[in-house]
Nanobody
Framework: QVQLVESGGGLVQPGGSLRLSCAAS????????IGWFRQPPGKEPEGVSF????????YYSDSVKGRFTISKDLFKTMVYLQMNNLKPEDTGVYYC?????????????????????WGQGTQVTVSS
């Protein structure tokens, strides 16, 4: 059974940085997309950034492009989201999620209904 466990959230001032981690286990195939959604207070979850395990392609939403970087470790057991130049609108609960997939990742990765596996979430608050 796939398990995803997030960590690294916290309170940071505008302009600051955080790195989120997702510990992934239980995949029975090497072909999947894994990435991050966030849920601002009172809003629906939105796709932030994703990586395809089959070809290492990445996707970023327009709101985080140039500020956030998704990566995974050599042994593919950890996925990271480096968040720089954080803004108050980046506040929310960040969820790690994954679903089976082969090939490059693109805008369809932001469709949350595609995802079979979710972590419990980690809170990120950007405030002065």
């Amino acid at each position: 059974q796939v398990q995803l466990v997030e960590s690294g959230g916290g309170l940071v001032q505008p302009g600051g940085s955080l790195r989120l981690s997702c510990a992934a286990s239980g995949f029975t195939s090497d072909y999947y997309v894994i990435g991050w959604f966030r849920q601002p207070p009172g809003k629906e979850p939105e796709g932030v950034s994703f990586i395809s395990n089959s070809d290492d392609s990445t996707y970023y939403s327009d709101s985080v492009k140039g500020r956030f970087t998704i990566s995974k470790d050599l042994f593919k057991t950890m996925v990271y989201l480096q968040m720089n130049n954080l803004k108050p609108e980046d506040t929310g609960v960040y969820y790690c999620a994954a679903h089976p997939w082969w090939g490059p990742v693109g805008p369809v990765a932001t469709m949350k209904t595609r995802y079979d596996w979710w972590g419990q979430g980690t809170q990120v608050t950007v405030s002065s």
